[in-house]
């Protein structure tokens, strides 16, 4: 047996509710009309107003006869009103769910710009609007997978390339095998490594399978300890690299590694990007937050490239940062690490004057 469509099923529905209602009024109409005719006639008679005692029966059969015919005439005129109603009724509410059904055949076939426009209905406009969110959302997913797949095919390409060349020349005999070409080599395969890395990370962030252990503890120390170890990696002629942050800042509550992992590819861009001047790590207290900003002297971001800052693989300058040991993911790893705390993250640069990053974890 065939299903029914949702228009079928609405339509067979509103006639039935209506068949049955006039049914109801019929049948009742029928058993108590004719008794109650008959007591109006008593009453009239009681009354003396006339006698109808020899043409009870023929009025009463009268009455029934001219009942049974409105009735019929009820039934037709109801039934084509109903049928009627009901059609309108049925095609509009089924409208936009055909509308989604075209859209949804269009998502499958690769079509992600379609959307289901506004219903006078509310509960059905609110669909709508949930399954255009829906859309958008699944657009900007593709968007963001084309992107990656283009962004880390151009990443992998130069040190595959590099290496590969190096094989080749090798395996031709055109060069000798020498300390600082294998320690080039191992470079590079590095690189691929912490590429490889990144990616992990950053798709457990995004997807949300990276673990995080809220618990409350004290900041200081692990500013204090971050500091002093890039400290140590600065040459004399590099940066100053201080630290501005109270002993007695309140605990925070948050992952302290995943915490860690943030200020270190912060600090580590800080390093990358300032030759001379200063770095300054400060941390402050504001309502039930603290700020940790990392404020450097270096390169900085021009105002256009501000908004893709924490978009992976990009960066400013691609054909020094390639060189720079980066991967392009950091920014973006670290962003959704705070957000995972339960905090944001923020940039404020000037070209040539430098950069801020700062982001804000709760308290205890």
Not at 59 to 83: D, P, Q, Y
Not at 103 to 132: C, H, M, W, Y
Not at 230 to 237: G, H, K, S, T, V
């Amino acid at each position: 047996m065939p299903k029914l469509s949702l228009g079928a099923r609405l339509f067979i529905s509103h006639l039935l509710v209506m068949m049955v209602g006039l049914g109801s009024f019929i049948i009742i109409a029928k058993v108590s009309s004719p008794r109650m005719f008959v007591l109006r006639l008593e009453q009239l008679e009681k009354r003396g107003l006339f006698t109808v005692r020899s043409a009870r029966t023929y009025l009463v059969e009268g009455f029934e006869t001219a009942w049974n015919r409105g009735a019929i005439l009820s039934v037709i005129a109801g039934a084509g009103a109903a049928a009627g109603v009901s059609y309108i009724s049925s095609k509009r509410i089924t409208q936009p769910v055909k509308q989604m059904k075209r859209v949804t055949q269009k998502f499958a076939a690769g079509d992600l710009d379609e959307r289901v426009p506004e219903s006078a209905i509310p509960e059905l406009n609110q669909l709508s609007l949930s399954f255009n969110s829906m859309a958008g959302s699944i657009r900007d997913v593709e968007q963001r997978r084309r992107e990656l797949i283009s962004d880390l095919t151009h990443e992998l390409r130069t040190p595959l390339t590099v290496v590969r060349g190096y094989l080749e020349e090798l395996a031709d005999s055109r060069i000798d095998g020498t300390p600082e070409l294998y320690l080039r080599l191992i470079g590079e395969t590095r690189r691929l490594e912490r590429l490889i890395h990144d990616l992990q990370e950053l798709s457990k962030a995004e997807a949300g399978y990276l673990s995080i252990d809220s618990q409350p503890f004290n900041l200081y120390p692990l500013l204090a300890s971050l500091v002093e170890r890039f400290a140590d990696q600065l040459l004399e002629e590099g940066p100053d690299l201080n630290l501005d942050c109270p002993q007695d800042l309140p605990n925070v509550v948050a992952d302290r590694d995943r915490t860690e992992q943030i200020l270190v590819n912060l600090l580590g861009n800080a390093v990358r990007y300032t030759a001379t001047g200063s770095i300054t790590v400060k941390a402050t207290k504001a309502n039930h937050q603290v700020w940790i900003a990392v404020t450097d002297t270096g390169v900085g971001i021009a105002a256009e490239d501000l908004p893709y800052v924490f978009e992976r693989f990009w960066r400013a300058d691609p054909s020094r940062a390639s060189h720079s040991g980066g991967t392009g993911i950091g920014l973006a790893i670290a962003r959704r690490l705070v957000e995972l705390q339960g905090g944001r993250i923020e940039v404020e640069s000037e070209l040539g004057k430098g950069s801020t990053f700062r982001f804000c974890l709760p308290t205890a």
